[in-house]
């Protein structure tokens, strides 16, 4: 194992408190702090030492791949780290998006050459644990309660929404596409028009929290036809391809497939192309966006997700209770969330504090953590 140096990306939407305080930096930051990166994504590369100097992980995968990643991930995923690990921080709501499947993600770069949609030629599902309270809107509920939430309104203008969306399932991808195409010179008059309303409840909290960042955004409305989800530290969301969602606000752990692909929806003031948004969304009713942990061995939780690019474990090791080990393939990221963790893969041991991390690679053996405090490990789903 080796210390490997995540790089803070400073987002307008980023907390100045919560990667601060996991490093045990000054708070506030100088700025917004709203990921901090641990991985080989060309955006942002991590570093390892090299002879004092910091090196691109990027770097030392494409010199070293035998050694990095093994002849088995090579050969299904080339000379990059599959997966990016991530703490993200958020203290106002990012973009309503989703994100292509495998198949349409090489498709629509091979298409997409300019770049506008597809920058890289892979898909990127997430999962993201929550290490404080969050909140986050992940999957379509049912559409009942969706006509429910805006017909309460009472706007007119609205009616064909809450009519495609008294259809049931098969009337979710009609009423996205009103919302989204909803004419420019009039969505800050119907969003002003939802606030007026005398409407209660959740969803018109929610409504009328968007729109104080987003005045003049449908996707004040679109966020209704979404699960509003609360995460308790510990739940997670997982976001296959094809899923609508948003993270609105807290601190998590988030393990993704390495990839650049987002189709934004609405709470933005990116580009949202409607047509291929469209084209790319899953209109169905996602039942239960929490995912569960599931124990594996004393102390160590994992949460199941269908995917080869990455896996996710959590460890809690303290005194009296067994060192944690596991037989997880390399290379392997490991993040210390607090206290202090003492990890060998066999080829080296570190010693972590909170918001260090460290990475092992793919000749190394099986992780043998012990200490006193809390770690996630991040891997690849290969098995």
């Given at each position: 194992m080796e210390l490997l140096r995540g790089r803070i990306r400073d987002y307008a939407w980023g907390s100045r408190t919560a990667i601060a305080e996991l490093q045990g930096r000054p708070v506030p930051s100088a700025g917004p702090e709203a990921e901090l990166w641990l991985g080989a994504h060309p955006g942002a590369p991590a570093t390892v030492d090299r002879d004092g100097e910091p090196v691109d992980l990027t770097d030392l995968l494409v010199a070293e791949p035998a050694n990095w990643l093994g002849e088995r991930l090579v050969g299904r995923f080339g000379t990059r780290l599959p997966f990016l690990l991530k703490v993200l921080a958020a203290d106002a709501p990012l973009s309503l998006q989703a994100h292509p499947d495998a198949e349409q993600a090489r498709a629509g770069h091979a298409a997409d050459v300019e770049r506008v949609n597809y920058v890289d030629p892979f898909h990127k599902p997430e999962l993201l644990v929550a290490l404080s309270p969050f909140e986050a809107l992940c999957?379509?509920?049912?559409?009942?309660?969706?006509?429910?939430?805006?017909?309460?309104?009472?706007?007119?203008?609205?009616?064909?929404?809450?009519?495609?969306?008294?259809?049931?399932?098969?009337?979710?991808?009609?009423?996205?596409?009103l919302l989204l195409s909803w004419p420019e010179a009039e969505r800050a008059g119907l969003v002003a028009a939802v606030l007026a309303a005398e409407a209660g409840g959740p969803d018109a909290v929610l409504a009328r929290a968007l729109a104080v960042d987003y005045p003049a955004d449908p996707g004040v409305l679109v966020a209704l036809l979404l699960h509003h989800v609360r995460l308790a530290p510990g739940e997670a969301i997982w976001m296959p391809a094809g899923n609508l969602h948003a993270?609105?606000?807290?601190?998590?752990?988030?393990?993704?497939?390495?990839?650049?692909?987002?189709?934004?929806?609405?709470?933005?003031?990116?580009?949202?192309?409607?047509?291929?948004?469209?084209?790319?969304?899953?209109?169905?009713?996602?039942?239960?966006?929490?995912?569960?942990?599931?124990?594996?061995?004393?102390?160590?939780v994992t949460w199941s997700v269908p995917v080869e690019?990455?896996?996710?474990?959590?460890?809690?090791?303290?005194?009296?209770?067994?060192?944690?080990?596991?037989?997880?393939?390399?290379?392997r990221v490991v993040l210390c969330r607090a206290g202090k963790l003492v990890v060998d893969d066999g080829v080296g041991t570190v010693t972590l504090g909170p918001g260090q991390a460290a990475i092992g690679t793919a000749v190394g053996g099986p992780l043998v953590i012990g200490g006193e405090g809390e770690g996630y490990v991040a891997t690849v789903g290969l098995r």
């Amino acid at each position: 194992m080796e210390l490997l140096r995540g790089r803070i990306r400073d987002y307008a939407w980023g907390s100045r408190t919560a990667i601060a305080e996991l490093q045990g930096r000054p708070v506030p930051s100088a700025g917004p702090e709203a990921e901090l990166w641990l991985g080989a994504h060309p955006g942002a590369p991590a570093t390892v030492d090299r002879d004092g100097e910091p090196v691109d992980l990027t770097d030392l995968l494409v010199a070293e791949p035998a050694n990095w990643l093994g002849e088995r991930l090579v050969g299904r995923f080339g000379t990059r780290l599959p997966f990016l690990l991530k703490v993200l921080a958020a203290d106002a709501p990012l973009s309503l998006q989703a994100h292509p499947d495998a198949e349409q993600a090489r498709a629509g770069h091979a298409a997409d050459v300019e770049r506008v949609n597809y920058v890289d030629p892979f898909h990127k599902p997430e999962l993201l644990v929550a290490l404080s309270p969050f909140e986050a809107l992940c999957g379509f509920r049912d559409p009942a309660e969706s006509a429910a939430a805006i017909g309460a309104f009472g706007v007119p203008a609205l009616e064909p929404v809450v009519a495609a969306l008294r259809e049931g399932p098969a009337g979710l991808r009609e009423a996205v596409r009103l919302l989204l195409s909803w004419p420019e010179a009039e969505r800050a008059g119907l969003v002003a028009a939802v606030l007026a309303a005398e409407a209660g409840g959740p969803d018109a909290v929610l409504a009328r929290a968007l729109a104080v960042d987003y005045p003049a955004d449908p996707g004040v409305l679109v966020a209704l036809l979404l699960h509003h989800v609360r995460l308790a530290p510990g739940e997670a969301i997982w976001m296959p391809a094809g899923n609508l969602h948003a993270y609105l606000r807290g601190t998590g752990v988030e393990i993704m497939a390495a990839s650049d692909n987002v189709l934004r929806g609405g709470l933005t003031p990116k580009r949202v192309d409607v047509d291929e948004l469209l084209r790319v969304l899953r209109f169905e009713v996602l039942d239960e966006p929490v995912v569960a942990p599931v124990a594996v061995a004393p102390g160590v939780v994992t949460w199941s997700v269908p995917v080869e690019d990455f896996a996710l474990h959590r460890v809690l090791v303290g005194p009296g209770s067994p060192l944690a080990r596991l037989a997880l393939p390399g290379p392997r990221v490991v993040l210390c969330r607090a206290g202090k963790l003492v990890v060998d893969d066999g080829v080296g041991t570190v010693t972590l504090g909170p918001g260090q991390a460290a990475i092992g690679t793919a000749v190394g053996g099986p992780l043998v953590i012990g200490g006193e405090g809390e770690g996630y490990v991040a891997t690849v789903g290969l098995r």
